[in-house]
């Protein structure tokens, strides 16, 4: 923190606040927040969207239904945003568990596909305490000198083809 940034705020002058909120405000980093939700209809999707639009932080709040999918924006603490969620909708809800199924190198493997997952995602097992299951989502290192000796786009691959 500057020295202009220091004299700033002994000059500042907010009603209603005080420079211990401000300064809490001003730590907290952008998130990303994503969280699993299960919505059947339209008022569950609404309830979901209120129960964190009101929060202090927020800036953006998205909703995909047909995902289960909130996603919000913001100044804020994720894992106050998943207690408020829990709290204010009274449903089972948990951070995002999935990543895009291209950057997992065996997406078949059992513990990693999912069938409740949105189309196009997998299960992220690379963050998961499980290693047996995270080591077998990884490609070795052979499989990767394999699938890189027959590759069309390495043109001193194979002289034989």
């Known amino acids: 923190m500057g020295f202009l940034d220091h004299l700033s705020e002994l000059f500042e002058f907010h009603r209603g606040t005080s420079r211990r909120k401000l300064s809490k405000l001003r730590r907290n980093q952008l998130e990303l927040v994503e ?3 299960k ?3 339209e008022g569950c999707e609404r ?3 209120k129960s964190v ?3 202090r932080g927020v800036t953006k ?4 239904p047909k995902k289960h999918k909130l996603t919000v924006t913001g100044y804020v603490d ?3 945003v998943l207690r408020r969620v829990r709290h204010r909708t009274g449903k089972k ?3 995002w568990p999935y990543v895009p199924y291209d950057l997992v190198d065996h997406p078949y493997v059992r513990g990693v596909y999912d069938k409740k997952a949105p189309a196009g995602y997998v299960r992220n097992v690379y963050d998961n305490a499980n290693p047996q299951v995270s080591s077998l989502a990884r490609a070795s290192s052979t499989e990767v ?3 890189t000796a027959f590759s069309d786009e390495n043109p001193q691959a194979c002289m034989i083809m």
């Open 35 to 37: 969280i699993r939700v």
């Open 39 to 41: 919505m059947d209809c």
């Open 47 to 49: 309830r979901v969207r």
């Open 53 to 55: 639009e009101g929060m």
């Open 61 to 64: 709040v998205e909703v995909e």
């Open 78 to 80: 994720p894992d106050k």
């Open 93 to 95: 809800a948990e951070f």
């Open 145 to 147: 000198n394999y699938i």
